[in-house]
Structure formats: C-alpha cells, structure tokens
C-alpha cells in the first residue's frame, strides 16, 4: 500500500533523507521513529507531494506521489505536525470545504461530517467559530478532515501532541479500528509508548537514513536488549546511528 524505493531528499551536500526503503502492507499499523531532525517530517512531506525527492519514488496505493500526486492524494488522509485551519469558519463549515476539495457528492458529505463530528464529541460545537476551539478540539477536527473521504492510507505527523489521556485514547482506538478494516496507518512519533502499544512494525530513522525495521521482537533482536521495552531498544540502535 505504501512503498518507498531508494528515497532520497538532499538540501544542497545536507542529506535530509537517504536511500529509504519501506513495503507498508493494507492494515497495517507502522511507527516511524527517530530522534528531532532525524528526517521523520521531510519523509512524510515527500509521501505527500509537499516536497519533491531528490531521487528514488514514493507510491501510495499504487500511484507514484510525482507523476500521479491527485490520484494518491484522493486515496490518502493527512494529518500534519502544525495543521492549519481557518479559523473564522465553523468546525462544520470547514469539514465542507475539505469535503469540496475531495469532489465529495453532497448526501454523502453531509453524513460523514455528522458521523466524525459525533464519533470525535465536536458534534455541539459544528457552528462555533474554530478560533473558540481547544487545541484538542483542533487536532480532533483536522483529523475528522483527513478521514473525511474514507482514505485506504492514513498518514499522521505527532498525532498525540497536546492530546490529553482520554484523546489519547480515542486516537488509539480509532487506529485500530481503521486498520481491522484494511486502511494502512503511517505514524510518525516521538512517543515510543504509542508506538509499543498499537503498532505492528516500526521503523527508526536516524540522520537520515533507516537504521532498523521490523517487529517489535525483531528489533529487540536488533538491539540485543532482553527487558526494556521499545525505549531501550531506541535508545540502544540510536546511539552510534547503525543497526546491530
């Protein structure tokens, strides 16, 4: 569903992304992990057309992110580190704005904003200006936005940034719930706690370059830890920036 060949994003001699090779299944969970500025945000700026690569190709469902950027963007949900949203539109008013971006018929986008504005309790404020909104609430309604079209790939940036315990929650449920029924989930983030709990392979990225992939077992394996969990193996394969 996602594959990333030989990707590559240089900034002059700086190599901010190198040689990145991933096969992400349907109904996958994966956890991208990697310290700040390990190239987390540029890979997924690249997976999403925002960025064009120096070399190598990314694909979403099958169409190449640069020769076919409308086509993988009509099947993929974004969710971005620093999300933006007008904010002198209603929650509801803004959901319809994307839903016309999506060229969605109007029946159909008229329930799936009821549905996401209840499933996500945004359902009292659809007409408050989104100014008024929480930071939670904000990050409730992006995400709303990029499931709006129903995508086969969800690609999210630090989704529980700000999000308190009973988000956080919600957030992990709801990418479970979406992976049973066959949409792959890209999760970027720091917190490898999320990670451990809901994925079920991650990758760490470090300077650029991926350093390890696999299972959770597999990357103990890596890391040739025996207790600790996800963190120690980290914090272990990140050390020297190589894989045992």
């Not at 540029?42 to 950027?69: H, N």
């Not at 129903?150 to 956080?168: F, H, S, Y």
Request: hydrophobic content about 40%.
């Amino acid at each position: 569903m996602i594959q990333l060949e030989n990707l590559s994003k240089y900034y002059g001699k700086l190599a901010a992304v190198e040689s990145l090779n991933l096969e992400i299944q349907p109904g996958e969970i994966f956890g991208f992990l990697g310290p700040n500025g390990a190239g987390k945000t540029t890979t997924i700026r690249v997976m999403m057309g925002i960025l064009k690569p120096s070399s190598g190709r990314a694909t979403l469902g099958g169409y190449d992110v640069v020769r076919e950027p409308e086509k993988a963007k009509a099947i993929t949900g974004f969710v971005p580190d620093r999300a933006f949203i007008y904010e002198k539109l209603s929650g509801r008013e803004f959901l319809k704005f994307v839903g016309s971006l999506h060229r969605m018929d109007s029946p159909r986008l008229e329930r799936r904003i009821a549905h996401l504005l209840e499933h996500f309790e945004l359902w009292e404020w659809r007409d408050e200006l989104v100014e008024g909104y929480s930071h939670g609430m904000k990050q409730r309604l992006v995400l709303s936005a990029s499931l709006l079209h129903e995508p086969r790939i969800l690609i999210i940036d630090e989704p529980m940034v700000g999000i308190d315990p009973r988000g956080a929650k919600m957030l992990k449920d709801l990418f479970l719930s979406l992976a049973k029924s066959g949409t792959t989930v890209f999760l970027s983030t720091h917190s490898v706690g999320v990670a451990e709990e809901i994925c079920q392979r991650v990758g760490i990225i470090h300077r650029g370059r991926l350093i390890a992939s696999g299972s959770m077992a597999e990357l103990y394996r890596m890391a040739r830890i025996e207790e600790g969990g996800l963190e120690s193996a980290f914090l272990e394969l990140t050390r020297d920036g190589t894989a045992s």
